[in-house]
T-cell receptor, first 113, second 110 residues
Framework: ETGVTQSPTHLIKTRGQQVTLRCSSQ?????VSWYQQALGQGPQFIFQ???????GRGNFPPRFSGLQFPNYSSELNVNALELDDSALYLC????????????FGPGTRLTVL | QQQVKQSPQSLIVQKGGISIINCAYE??????FPWYQQFPGKGPALLIAIRPDVSEKKEGRFTISFNKSAKQFSLHIMDSQPGDSATYFC?????????FGTGTSLTVIP
């Protein structure tokens, strides 16, 4: 088990709603990344936060936004939910902004009806 | 566009056999290549990783072979065990982004 925790475990929303997912990084880690993993697919990079600033973003629309707090925990916010947003959302943390090992949390399963 | 191409999609191996999963990439800026293991309902867990200045790395039963000129790398699982049955992902990193392969579902038959 890594020290990365995520909440909630499962979430059901309807199309058009907004959702906030939360992540607590492993102790000593100041970089957090978020990924979307559709069923049967590999994780897709959404964005990364380093010392409270977004410093990398994948091919996701602006309705996917995030925050990182001074304690390095993080939130992923998704507005105007679409059916295709149904997926496992993974948070990963690492110790620096460079190329180091990421440790993943267990994920939040989001279902959009 | 898939930055990292992974094959096969699924693999069935007898207990004690060797499991081999392959990945290929195009972007020569990638400088870190990890492999992750994922069980149902869990997040991916790092197995082993390699940097492009090394051609092979071994940790226990797991070996990464890296061919920089061919832009390919592979995971070998020696003496495969039923407990190895999981989905395996290769990944590649450049800058602040990680790219994952599409995954290989490994089943080890007792």
């Amino acid at each position: 088990e890594t020290g990365v925790t995520q909440s909630p475990t499962h979430l059901i929303k309807t199309r058009g709603q907004q959702v906030t997912l939360r992540c607590s990084s492993q102790s000593g880690h100041n970089t957090v990344s978020w990924y979307q993993q559709a069923l049967g697919q590999g994780p897709q990079f959404i964005f990364q936060y380093y010392r409270e600033e977004e410093n990398g973003r994948g091919n996701f629309p602006p309705r996917f936004s995030g925050l990182q707090f001074p304690n390095y925990s993080s939130e992923l916010n998704v507005n105007a939910l679409e059916l295709d947003d149904s997926a496992l959302y993974l948070c990963a943390s690492k110790a620096s902004g460079g190329t180091d090992t990421q440790y993943f949390g267990p994920g939040t399963r989001l279902t959009v009806l | 566009q898939q930055q990292v191409k992974q094959s096969p999609q699924s693999l069935i191996v007898q207990k004690g056999g060797i499991s081999i999963i392959n990945c290929a990439y195009e972007n020569t800026a990638f400088d870190y290549f990890p492999w992750y293991q994922q069980f149902p309902g869990k997040g991916p867990a790092l197995l082993i990783a390699i940097r492009p200045d090394v051609s092979e790395k071994k940790e226990g039963r797991f070996t990464i072979s890296f061919n920089k000129s061919a832009k390919q790398f592979s995971l070998h699982i020696m003496d495969s065990q039923p407990g190895d049955s999981a989905t395996y992902f290769c990944a590649a990193n450049t800058g602040n982004q990680f790219y994952f392969g599409t995954g290989t579902s490994l089943t080890v038959i007792p």
